[in-house]
């Protein structure tokens, strides 16, 4: 199982980023797979989370409404569409995956500045 995370960089506070989390080595279309973020110091947040099939989603109210998750079975990738970004959305951004155990990816840096 692999997750690859890619698409964070530097971005004006009210940009905008779209992240993906390409995935391999499961059933990609099988599985619900979610989005968390981190910075130094704090505990992982969870931040979106989509069902297998796509028909269902759900945002943590810190970004519901600026935030949105979808994906490409086709392509075995997940992105997070990211709107109006603040500076407090500045963090390591991970896409999660539940197996028969907990699958991350690298990770990748989202910094919201001026």
């Known amino acids: 199982v692999q997750l690859v995370e890619s698409g964070g960089g530097l971005v004006q506070p009210g940009g905008s980023l779209r992240l993906s989390c390409l995935a391999s080595?499961?059933?990609?279309?099988?599985?619900?797979m979610s989005w968390y973020r981190q910075t130094p110091g704090k505990e992982r947040e969870w931040v979106a989370f989509?069902?297998?099939?796509?028909?269902?989603?759900k945002y943590a109210d810190s970004v519901k409404g600026r935030f949105t998750i979808s994906r490409d079975n086709a392509k075995n990738t997940v992105y997070l569409q990211m709107n109006s970004l603040k500076p407090e959305d500045t963090a390591v951004y991970y896409c999660?995956?539940?197996?028969?155990?907990?699958?991350w990816g690298q990770g990748t840096q989202v910094t919201v500045s001026s």
């Open positions: 989509i069902t297998g099939a796509g028909g269902s989603t």
């Open positions: 080595g499961f059933t990609f279309s099988s599985y619900a």
């Open positions: 999660k995956v539940i197996l028969s155990r907990v699958y």
